[in-house]
C-alpha cells in the first residue's frame, strides 16, 4: 500500500510568487490534512479537506489556500510568498471517520524555502 | 483553546536503557485521544503510540508505553531497551473525539532524543 506521497519535496521560491504544493494521500482515505513545521512556530495546522470540502481551517491569513480533488488528492497554495513562509509543509491523510481507529499518515513534507 | 506543552527540549539515554518523555496537555473536552509521533531525520511523521482519553488502561506497543494520567492531564512516553534508531524528535499530541474540528491534531514543541552507545 503506497503512503501519502508528497511534490515536490523541495522548492525555492521567491518574495512575492506564488506556490502550489501537491499531496496525494493514501488509497481509500478521504481526508487530507495541512500542516506548517517552523522552528519558530513547531507545527500548526493549516486546514483539512474531506471529500472535496474544507472541513476545518487553522489560522492563516487568506493567502493560504487550499483544495482537493475527486480522486481526494490536495493541493495547497501560497500566494504573494513572504519570508516567513519557509517552511517545512506536511501533509497527512486520513479515512475521515473521527472515531478512535482513524489514524493520520503523514508524508515526508515539501521543503519550501523563500528567498 | 487545547495546548500541549513539551517541556524537555533535549534528552539522552544510553543504547539499552530506558528513557520517559513529558507531555502535559490542556483540554476542557471529555472526548479526546492523545499521541506520540516520531520525526526521524527523514522528516516523514510516524505514529508511535495513540491512547484514547476513555480508557483507562495505558496503551503499550512493543518498547514504547505511556502512562496516561487523566487528571493531571499528563500523558508521558517510556521508550524501554533503547535503540540507535529511537534518535528522532517526539512530539505529544492532541485531538478531539467525534464533534468539530476533530481532525485537527495540536502538537506541542518536540523533544529531541539522543541514543548514546
Known amino acids: 500500500k503506497a503512503g501519502v506521497t508528497q511534490t515536490p519535496r523541495y522548492l525555492i521560491k521567491t518574495r512575492g510568487q506564488q506556490v502550489t504544493l501537491s499531496c496525494s494521500p493514501i488509497?481509500?482515505?478521504?481526508?487530507v490534512s495541512w500542516y506548517q513545521q517552523t522552528p519558530g512556530q513547531g507545527l500548526q495546522f493549516l486546514f483539512e479537506?474531506?471529500?472535496?470540502?474544507?472541513?476545518n481551517k487553522g489560522n492563516f491569513p487568506g493567502r493560504f489556500s487550499g483544495r482537493q480533488f475527486s480522486n481526494s488528492r490536495s493541493e495547497m497554495n501560497v500566494s504573494t510568498l513572504e519570508l516567513g513562509d519557509s517552511a517545512l509543509y506536511l501533509c497527512?491523510?486520513?479515512?475521515?471517520?473521527?472515531?478512535?481507529?482513524?489514524?493520520?499518515?503523514f508524508g515526508q513534507g515539501t521543503r519550501l524555502t523563500v528567498v | 483553546a487545547q495546548t500541549v506543552t513539551q517541556s524537555q527540549p533535549e534528552m539522552s539515554v544510553q543504547e539499552a536503557e530506558t528513557v520517559t518523555l513529558s507531555c502535559t496537555y490542556d483540554?476542557?473536552?471529555?472526548?479526546?485521544?492523545l499521541f506520540w509521533y516520531k520525526q526521524p531525520p527523514s522528516r516523514q511523521m510516524i505514529l508511535v503510540i495513540r491512547?484514547?482519553?476513555?480508557?483507562?488502561q495505558n496503551a503499550t506497543e512493543n518498547r514504547f508505553s505511556v502512562n496516561f494520567q487523566k487528571a493531571a492531564k499528563s500523558f508521558s512516553l517510556k521508550i524501554s531497551d533503547s535503540q540507535l534508531g529511537d534518535a528522532a524528535m517526539y512530539f505529544c499530541?492532541?485531538?478531539?473525539?467525534?464533534?468539530?474540528?476533530?481532525?485537527?491534531?495540536?502538537f506541542g514543541t518536540g523533544t529531541r532524543l539522543q541514543v548514546m552507545l
Open positions: 497527512a491523510s486520513s479515512l475521515g471517520d473521527r472515531g478512535p481507529s482513524t489514524e493520520a499518515f
Open positions: 488509497s481509500g482515505h478521504r481526508s
Open positions: 479537506y474531506f471529500s472535496e470540502t474544507q472541513r
Open positions: 483540554t476542557s473536552e471529555s472526548d479526546y485521544y
Open positions: 491512547q484514547e482519553a476513555y480508557k483507562q
Open positions: 499530541a492532541y485531538r478531539r473525539g467525534n464533534t468539530g474540528t476533530a481532525s485537527k491534531l495540536t
